[in-house]
């Protein structure tokens, strides 16, 4: 098809520019995966608007300003002298802003709760061969337990409250970004600001950013 994407894609990155988002690694990732690949062949011409589209299974792809914003968020309020680290995003949907995360953090494991999508995004992420991106099918939100795990979670769909489970899978410094409240939600970053050892309790600082509009979390299993 006559789609010019790499033009389309580096308009997009002048528009989040625009928008405000500064961090080079952030825009260098968003510049690097083609958006258009991860969507319905009738959406691609559409796919680099700043827009949610949709992906099937009542579901949509992130809006490009909220995926580069959310990691944007969560690389400001990690440590500056530490090389970014595992991650997890919780609402793998099609494997859009799994690929991003890749692109920016040493190690990504993206869950999805719906199977037709988890296959999907394996599809979609298969020709860019990202070593570092494991792909999960499973409920995000039932905790693998593994305390201290992660330095940053992405939630790519909406809770009402903050999810205090998977507060306990990031290290200590480590960073949560998630679209919480309802009916309104905003972008909330949670940072662990203790808790390096057993007998220090972890402490947590949170704060608001942009009013966002996601899909919500759902709990189980879908085929
Ligand atoms: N990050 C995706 C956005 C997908 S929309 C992208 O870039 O395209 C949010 C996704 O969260 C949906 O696919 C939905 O099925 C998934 N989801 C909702 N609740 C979940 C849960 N508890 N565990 C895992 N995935 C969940």
New binding site residues.
Partial sequence: MGLDSDRLRERMIQRLRDQGIQNVRVLKAMAFVPRHQ?VDAALASRAYEDSALP?G?S????QPYV?ARAIELALSHLPFDEPPGRVL??????????AVLAKVFAEVYS????AG?HQQARRNLFPLALPNLHLLH????SSAGRSGFFQAIFL??GMPDIPLDLLRELTSGGVLVAPIGSPRQKLVVVRVTSGETQSDRPTYERREFDEVS??????GL?K
């Fill in positions: 991860f992906i299974h579901q949509t792809i992130s995926v995003e919780v609402g793998g949907g099609c494997g859009y802003q799994a869950v999805e709760r719906i999508l499973g409920d995000g939100l790519a769909a996601y899909v919500p979390i759902l709990r879908q």
